[in-house]
């Protein structure tokens, strides 16, 4: 009960602490999620996985960027196929993700229109979603 508590004040002071570095920052535009330098480890993650998919099929980085943005359902991405697999990267990736999804604004979206009827559906459909954003990053390099 004591670690909760003392992990609760620390979260709060975090939370404090970049509310004022983000108030002394310039306002942020909708869809800042492109900044370059946010979500490196993410980006770099994600270029590992789809570099190894690369090396099973073939290809080129880039073609299979523009594949993958205009349809994502019919390109797969080693690593990221099965529903444990993508539970287990948003797991791993859980406070980017979010942010990500809250700079697209994801979560103003009812689950249902994102066709996820149960909180692991949720789950999945938000990383998959969020897993595009860091391929369209990288797209715009």
């Known amino acids: 009960m004591v670690k909760r508590y003392l ?31 946010k979500f490196t480890e993410v980006k770099e993650e994600v270029k590992s996985m789809i570099e190894k998919t690369i090396e099973k099929s073939g290809g080129e980085m880039e073609n299979f960027l523009t594949s993958f943005l205009k ?35 994801f979560f103003d979206e009812l689950p249902t229109e994102n066709n996820a009827f149960g909180l692991y559906e949720y789950v999945i459909k938000g990383t998959e979603r969020a897993f595009e954003e860091v391929v369209r990053m990288m797209s715009q390099k």
């Open 71 to 105: 349809n994502p359902e019919d390109v797969k991405v080693d690593g990221f196929i099965n529903d444990s697999d993508i539970y287990e990267f948003y797991l791993k990736w859980r406070n980017d993700i979010d942010e990500i999804l809250s700079d697209i604004n």
């Open 7 to 37: 992990q609760f004040i620390k979260e709060a002071e975090e939370t404090e602490t970049t509310e004022t570095q983000t108030e002394n920052e310039a306002p942020k535009s909708e869809g800042d999620s492109s900044d370059s330098s």
